[in-house]
C-alpha cells in the first residue's frame, strides 16, 4: 500500500514536471468559467502572475463563443481535447 503510495506521488511529480515545461498552454477550468490553474507557458503568455489568475474567467478568453461551445462538447462526448486550436483574446 504504501509503495503503491509512493509510486503514485513520484508519478503526480513527473506529469507536473511536464506540463510545467511544455511549450503549449494549459488551462483548467470549471464549467463556469473560473480558472483552476494555468501552466506557466499560459501564464507567460497571458501576462497573467500566478497569484491573480483566480480573478479571470476563461470565457472572457474566448474569441468565438461558438469555440467554448465546441470545446465543451466534445469534451461531454470524447472525455477529452485531443490537438484542438482556439483563438483566444490577447
Known amino acids: 500500500m504504501v509503495k503503491e503510495a509512493r509510486r503514485r506521488i513520484a508519478a503526480e511529480q513527473q506529469t507536473q514536471i511536464l506540463i510545467d515545461k511544455i511549450p503549449l498552454q494549459i488551462i483548467l477550468s470549471s ?9 506557466p507557458q499560459a501564464l507567460n503568455d497571458y501576462k497573467i502572475s500566478k497569484e491573480y489568475i483566480g480573478q479571470h ?15 465543451v462538447k466534445e469534451l461531454n462526448e ?6 484542438k486550436i482556439v483563438l483566444c483574446e490577447d
Open 57 to 71: 474567467n476563461m470565457l472572457k478568453f474566448y474569441n468565438d463563443d461558438s469555440d467554448r461551445k465546441a470545446v
Open 31 to 39: 464549467m463556469d468559467g473560473h480558472i483552476f490553474y494555468a501552466n
Open 78 to 83: 470524447q472525455g477529452m481535447i485531443e490537438q
